[in-house]
């Protein structure tokens, strides 16, 4: 089943980044069908005027929160964002950590790959990267070389979350954060009631709260802490699940 999703994540991440168009996935309950990306981008918290100094082409709205809000990034900081996509926390983050510092994307997309490398050539960034990695196998970065790691609405898509959080840990500096915007769940699936569109929706490898956060314990962070929480959609509900969309910060 882990190869299968991963394969079926691909294939619908990489129709994403060749036509543009998210359909609202992963969005909260304001995201209506056929809303542009950049609308939906900014019911979630991102600023309008940031937006507008980045390639458009890089906004795609498949996140489900402004995880970069809330990372206090500092010039001269290595930055590295989980599923980057076309690379739109990528570019406004390299901006924040300036020439000084680098913001590192990494996708096991190809597509996602060479949308956001060519969005990179257009808007002329010289301290963005990005780089072909799956997050829960192997990050394609040194141990203890990253002072902050985000991510939006990805972790949920791992099949071994605790995996991927233990990767994260690796490659943190002492006291380095992460801050990630993710879906949670009340009502785990059993594998058996897993549908693969659902869980590249990011609605059926969603975990509940207690055990997302102990997958991240299990990866040795212990300062963990919720920033923000609320209903992922209208109606709060998805096939008697509610979901809901946090923002969480942890420390090594």
């Not at 542009?36 to 489900?64: F, M, N, R």
């Not at 990528?90 to 597509?111: H, N, R």
């Amino acid at each position: 089943m882990e190869n299968s999703i991963k394969e079926d994540i691909k294939k619908r991440y990489s129709q994403i980044a060749v036509s543009g168009n998210s359909d609202c996935c992963c969005m909260p309950g304001e995201c209506k069908s056929g809303d542009s990306p950049i609308d939906a981008t900014k019911l979630i918290g991102y600023d309008q005027k940031e937006l507008g100094s980045i390639p458009q082409e890089s906004i795609l709205g498949v996140g489900c929160g402004a995880p970069l809000n809330h990372a206090n990034l500092k010039e001269g900081e290595i930055v590295v964002d989980l599923g980057s996509g076309a690379g739109i926390d990528i570019f406004l983050a390299s901006k924040k950590v300036s020439d000084s510092g680098k913001a590192i994307g990494i996708d096991m997309t190809d597509q996602m790959l060479e949308k956001a490398r060519e969005n990179a050539l257009k808007g002329n960034y010289s301290n963005v990267e990005f780089r072909k990695g799956d997050i829960e196998e192997n990050i394609p970065l040194d141990n203890n070389t990253v002072d902050a790691v985000i991510s939006n609405c990805v972790i949920n898509l791992t099949t071994n979350k605790t995996n991927a959080f233990k990767e994260v840990f690796r490659i943190l500096k002492h006291n380095g954060r992460m801050v990630i915007s993710d879906l949670i769940t009340d009502v785990e699936l059993s594998s058996n009631q897993i549908n693969s569109d659902q869980w590249c929706a990011c609605i059926d490898g969603a975990l509940t709260k207690e055990n997302y956060i102990s997958c991240m314990k299990q990866a040795g962070f212990e300062k963990i802490e919720v920033l923000e929480e609320r209903i992922y959609m209208e109606g709060g509900e998805i096939d008697g699940r509610k979901i809901t969309s946090l923002i969480i910060k942890a420390v090594k």
